[in-house]
Structures are given as structure tokens and as C-alpha cells.
């Protein structure tokens, strides 16, 4: 019989409730933009990308870009996501509009995404250096 497997990690934890909505900011602490939703590899069961609001004031104008979820350290006690980039990367990242999502099943999409914000695509990461999101 088949030992039971050892959780790896404590940050199990619903999206919906500790993710989605979560305010991003700097190393600095200052406030970059939410985090609006996430999109997965069901295939691969990992999660691909955080998707990030930004800019326009009062979420008028925002425009949304995919990032990939390595990027991100998450404090989940404050509900907060640190994202290490620059605001001037973030600017000219390619992004797209609330009611103009990207097929991002498009693996040339990834690949702009993924070297725009220089990070290996995952499922070429054949060194495993995937890490955990923790603070």
C-alpha cells in the first residue's frame, strides 16, 4: 500500500480569498496595482500567470497585464503581493483591455510575456528551479 504523501508547502490556500484582489506593490512598499485574477495550465496543474490591473484612476483606464507568477512574493496575512519590477518594465509590458483577454493557450504569447520579464518559460525550466511564494 501507498505511503500518503507529505504536504510541501502551508500557503495551500483559496485564490478567491487570498489572491484575487490582492494589492501589489514594490520592494519599496508602494502601491503598483490588484491583482485581478489568475490563469492556469490545467494540463500542467500550475498557475501561469497573475493577472495585474494598472494605472487609469478609479479603475477607469486600467489596463491588465499577464505576469508571470514566479514574479510575485506573497504576504498573505496582509493580503498583499510584492512585485519585483520596475515601473518603467510594467509601462511598456505588453497588456491588453478588461474586455480583450489574449488567448493565452498561444505559446508565442507566453514566450513575449515570459522574456519581457526575463523569466524562463516553465515548461522549459528543465533545471527545476521553480521556487515557493513566500515572503
Not at 5 to 23: E, F, H, L, Q
Not at 45 to 64: M, T
Not at 78 to 100: E, Q, R, T
Not at 126 to 135: K, Q, S
Amino acid at each position: 500500500m501507498a505511503e500518503p504523501r507529505m504536504a510541501r508547502s502551508t500557503d495551500v490556500i483559496p485564490a478567491n480569498k487570498y489572491i484575487i484582489g490582492s494589492t501589489v506593490v514594490n520592494q519599496q512598499d508602494e502601491g503598483i496595482g490588484t491583482i485581478e485574477d489568475i490563469v492556469i495550465d490545467a494540463s500542467a496543474g500550475r498557475i501561469v500567470y497573475a493577472v495585474l490591473s494598472f494605472g487609469g484612476f478609479l479603475g477607469v483606464g486600467n489596463k491588465y497585464f499577464a505576469i508571470p507568477w514566479d514574479a510575485f512574493r506573497f504576504n498573505f496575512a496582509d493580503k498583499k503581493a510584492v512585485l519585483n519590477v520596475d515601473k518603467k518594465l510594467l509601462k511598456n509590458a505588453p497588456g491588453f483591455d478588461k474586455d480583450n483577454w489574449p488567448n493565452f493557450a498561444d505559446t508565442a504569447l507566453a514566450s513575449t510575456i515570459y522574456e519581457h520579464y526575463g523569466y524562463t518559460l516553465y515548461w522549459e525550466d528543465t533545471a527545476g528551479t521553480a521556487r515557493t511564494n513566500r515572503l
